[in-house]
């Protein structure tokens, strides 16, 4: 009988060969997601000549950005089971090349659909080397190189928007929603320690954002138990911008009503007009009356890498806590967010709990998550709600050492570039109406066509946002829309890496498109 551990005792094992594998499929797989980004980057050539998609891919499979099906359809067309014997190879090659043909190409210029877009090469290599690595960044001892990058990123990261103490660092988070509801954790158990074991007792707490803000205050609300009433809705300017001094109203008016307020979530590029709230007045605001200011930076605070754009950021430095996702403005691989503090010493005494299966604390901070006497935390999961983390930070740290501090600032006054020239384009355009302020606060242009007045127009208006858009999509284009008082209007989300032909191409196929609608 051959012995099976390998250590040639009672006979020869059979060689590890898992190195093999790994390069015969990565391989493999990278063709087919190079061909996937060359076709992207050849179709960009095709917009800006003739202003619309190439027919179909360079295999002739797929449409450029997607063939889209109704779910019912791509089911369908899928044929997705989980077999009962593995299909090996050729059953992962196969499933690899339909996920792809049935994906929308974000690699592709038309995509200006979303908060977010492609990767960039870099990321996708970060990503591949987290993906090996496959460790829980929850404490140093089985992931103490990730746990300093990730420290030091957020460390430099916060250092930016003005927290420099000797305490200010931060944690990455599985989304900006995720940053958000942490956030709120940490200011409820900071400002009211003993609701983190007796609960809320008789108190009824408020929190306050703007009408513009994102839906994700809301939904932690009703995660924590404070209601989505709880949440009060400040007015804003006609700008987008949440009013101080209505948000000061607001704060004294739940006080005479016996309430709590705790905690106002301002927000740096909401999320449809890109409007920047006033942090200087607000933190005025929230010094006054003692509550926790979170801004929600989640689509916008990228700008700090920016000298031409930071402006909007002035007062950022008296929060006491910010959310960041690169993996929107910089392009970062999803998911890459992070929640920043000026003193990570509240993210701890906010979320520590014991768990000697886990924490094994004996103060020696090189093999311990931290020590009785020190102020330095390694075991990051101990700074968190989850346990499960993967090292998203290092996607952001690579790619920060590839660009650098510069090149993301250049990327970023790209954006803004190509988002001013599409503004321009369309206030020029008499078939166009301009929503966004010009030049835009962020990269989202929002903007109707061929905007009607009078009885129904507010409906016909959005029949017709809605019908352009998705007749956008077979030319190469998916863009999205939003409500508005005279119906949806298209809200177009530009990036890093748009190109200036292809906003071109873009308006020209709005144009075409929306003389053949016919609402």
Known sequence: MT??????????????????????????????????????????????????????????????????????????????????????????????????????????????????????????????????????????????????????????????????????????????????????VIARNNLFPETKSDGYGGRRFVLFTSEHGHYSVEKAAQMFGFGSKAVRSVAVDSRGCMRADALDAAIKKALEDGETPFYVNATAGTTVLGSYDPLDQIADVCQKHNLWLHVDGSWGASIVFSEKQRHKLKGIERADSIAICPHKMMNVPLTCSVLL?????????????PAGYLFHSNGDADTNGHGPESDEFYDLGDLTPQCGRRGDSLKLALSWVYYGTQGYAAYIDHGFEMAGYLADMIVANPKFSLVSENPPPCLQVCCYFDKQSGEDAEKRNSRVTARIKDELVPRGFMIDYAPGEEGSFFRVVVNGQTRKGTVDALVRAIEEVGGSVGI
């Not at 027919?55 to 989980?82: C, E, I, M, V």
């Not at 974000?106 to 979303?114: A, E, I, R, V």
């Not at 591949?128 to 140093?140: F, G, K, Q």
């Open 3 to 184: 012995s099976q551990n390998g250590n040639g005792i009672a006979g020869k094992a059979e060689p590890v060969q898992r190195a093999e594998e790994a390069d015969d499929l990565l391989g493999t797989v990278k063709e087919y997601i190079v061909d996937f980004i060359r076709e992207a980057d050849v179709d960009a050539q095709h917009k800006e000549a003739y202003g619309t998609a190439s027919k179909t891919s360079a295999n002739g499979s797929r449409p450029q950005l997607l063939d889209y099906h109704s779910p019912k359809a791509l089911q369908q067309a899928l044929q997705f089971q989980l077999p009962e014997h593995g299909l090996g190879r050729g059953g992962l090659i196969s499933m690899v090349q339909q996920v792809l043909k049935h994906s929308v190409n974000t690699w592709n210029q038309g995509f200006m659909d979303k908060l977010y877009a492609s990767p960039t090469p870099v990321g996708i290599a970060a990503d591949m080397l987290l993906a090996s690595l496959n460790t829980n960044v929850h404490i140093y001892q089985v992931s103490p190189a990730l746990t300093l990058i990730e420290k030091e990123t957020c460390r430099a990261m916060a250092s930016m928007f003005g927290f420099d103490g000797p305490f200010a660092g931060g944690v990455s988070q599985s989304g900006g929603s995720a940053a958000n509801q942490t956030s709120m």
């Open 341 to 353: 503090g000026k003193d990570l010493r509240q993210f701890h005494k906010a979320m520590t709990l």
